[in-house]
């Protein structure tokens, strides 16, 4: 799908605030052709005129106009576009501006730093924006503190500086910002509040070893939106196997903080390491990941040197265990609490009964169970 879609919240930008002249040609009645016409930018219009023109088309409900206002927009002159943005006070074309600007860092930092911006925009900035970007938005802890919206999304993008985030952390905590339902934040709070007597005292990497532990940890994050950064020169002829024994080494030198946001945003091979943490904080956030799919919680329920309290979270949770197979690897587990191993055996099919019935490596009473209850069928 096109990174320029269709304006999904907030307020999209009303055909008033355009030249009155202009509107009947930018209306979305008017023929597509002549939107793209205008999306193209050779328009009798001065910059301070243009420029909301075409972030009103940027805005458009047909793709191409959208992207063809937009690749004009960042095509001209700076010195022409940008002081325009600037003196923007539409919330709605501050939003418009964001989008079409996200990867250029100079303007999008100018644009979250705007007075009049709105502060959904600004949550939208900080998930996708570059560490530059993403560092501006961190300095603002006023309005971080009206919406707190913006701390969950600079915690989750994998660009933004672990310091940056963990200030913002730290003032949540003393604020007792609504904070809760974030994924991770109950371990970063434990850590922060001194919980975890060990992690305050943690050294853990500096921010460029970490910046490239993320971007190792993401790259399927950068997939999906684009890098705006160029990797460390000296790293990227590294082979993947490199990367995952570099990044092993990494992990094991970072604080437990590091590695609970590293648990949050990271990749199917970072919690495939992280789960197996000796810290609880940092496996707990693991099964806490938003991005954590079904096929991973069946293998960490199989995963026999899993501790029986990451096997019980995963037992209490209902999504998960809606999955037969996360249930049958949780039966033949026998770290897996007694009382769950019975519920879930009961659900098995004939086959995978009977394979539990003579299995050395379930729990015995639940081999024992699976005999009675076949012999209770065929009876």
Known sequence: MSELKPYISGTAMAIDELPERMQPFLAATSPVATRLRAAGGALPLSPDQLVPVLLFLSQDEDELVRKKAAIALQEMPPDLVHPVLTQLRSAAALDA????????????????????????????????????????IGRNQVRALRSPAIIEALWL????????????????????????????FREMKAILSGEDADAPHEKGLNDSEFALAMAWATQSYEREH?????????????????????????????????????????DANVRKLLILDPKKLVALAVLRSPRVTEGEITNFAANKTLSEELLTTICRNRNWVKDYATRKALVFNP????????TFLRQLSPKDLKDASGSRDVNQTVARTAKRMISDRQG
């Open 335 to 342: 770290k897996t609490p007694l009382a769950f191993s019975m």
């Open 157 to 184: 993008n994998p660009r933004a500086a672990q310091g940056v985030v963990q200030n913002l952390l730290e003032l949540g905590v003393r604020q007792n910002l609504p904070l809760e339902h974030i994924s991770g």
């Open 97 to 136: 501006a964001a989008r079409v600007f996200r990867k250029h860092d100079q303007v999008a930092r100018e644009l979250a730093m705007h007075n009049t911006i709105a502060d959904d925009t600004v949550r939208w900035l900080a998930g996708t924006a570059s560490a530059e970007v993403c560092e501006a």
């Open 226 to 266: 684009g890098s705006t950064t160029q990797a460390p020169t000296p790293e990227e002829a590294k082979t993947d196997d490199d990367k995952t024994s570099t990044l092993q080494s990494l992990i094991t030198k970072m604080s437990v903080s590091q590695k609970v946001r590293l648990a949050m945003v990271g």
